[in-house]
């Protein structure tokens, strides 16, 4: 009978389950049926997501075609690279401390999944490194804030409840609600289109600071501080019509209207 060796590794941050055998079409036919195959060339191997009992879905799945040799994913190591792979999905999506392994161990296996499948949305999309790691932690808080509820379960409504009893009473910064919206809001667009409508999700009015006026002194004080004509005489102009550097930059002789010079 053909032989399937199998390993629990991380890749690419996620926790994932190997499989390794020659190539066989017929094997290759059922591990595409397997929950999210993926072929590593980097690994030279099919790899599968992990859950919590990938064992049985792997009997099941080669019942009759294959040996599985699950030795490795049942050892006493494997709850070793559980931590390690914990540890590496954090690094990468900048949570750190016990706080962040209870955020993400806290999680079911579909949300685990929710999430991986999130953060393999936006690499493939090529979204910059900053936004994945962002998103992603910002997922990971929101469904462990949602729990028992899974991600297709939630409503608009489940947001706006974090807003009111998590954001708001921490005093948390309006930086961090629009990360927690946008990050929801491209979640639901990608990964359930149909759940939540990205458009009843509201972001929090601007926080608009009042200007800081000079008074007249202190702008003279500026002027008379450069040693420059060429560039006392620009600034005056900047200031004196409330001009911006573009504009004062593109300036000609033909824009004075000498008849008006008192």
Not at 126 to 140: C, G, L, N
Not at 155 to 182: C, F, G, K, W
Request: charged share 25%; glycine share 4%; hydrophobic share 35%.
């Amino acid at each position: 009978m053909k032989n399937i060796v199998t390993e629990r590794v991380i890749h690419n941050g996620m926790v994932r389950v190997t499989l390794r055998f020659p190539y066989d079409s017929e094997l290759i036919k059922i591990t595409k049926g397997l929950p999210d195959p993926l072929w590593s060339s980097q690994m030279k191997c099919w790899h599968i997501q992990d859950s919590t009992d990938v064992i049985r879905i792997l009997l099941t799945a080669f019942s009759g075609k294959a040996y599985i040799d699950y030795s490795s994913i049942r050892s006493a190591g494997t709850d070793k690279i559980l931590i390690k792979s914990t540890g590496e999905i954090n690094r990468r999506i900048g949570l750190a401390g016990k706080s962040a392994d209870n955020n993400w161990l806290s999680l079911s296996e579909r949300s685990k999944a929710d999430v991986n499948k999130y953060r393999r949305w936006m690499e493939i999309n090529r979204y910059p490194e900053t936004t994945v790691q962002t998103y992603t932690s910002m997922m990971i808080k929101f469904l462990g804030l949602v729990s028992p509820k899974e991600a297709n379960e939630c409503t608009a409504d489940d947001l706006a409840r974090i807003v009111e009893e998590h954001i708001i009473p921490n005093n948390l910064s309006r930086s961090y609600q629009n990360q927690m919206i946008s990050a929801v809001k491209k979640f639901y667009s990608c990964i359930y289109r149909s759940v939540i409508d990205p458009g009843t999700l509201t972001r929090p009015r601007p926080h608009h600071w009042l200007p800081n006026v000079l008074s007249k002194d202190e702008v003279k004080k500026i002027i008379n501080a450069l040693t420059n004509e060429k560039h006392r005489v620009m600034l005056s102009l900047i200031y004196a019509c409330g001009l911006r550097r573009s504009e004062l930059l593109g300036l000609v002789p033909s824009d004075i209207e000498r008849t008006r010079i008192c």
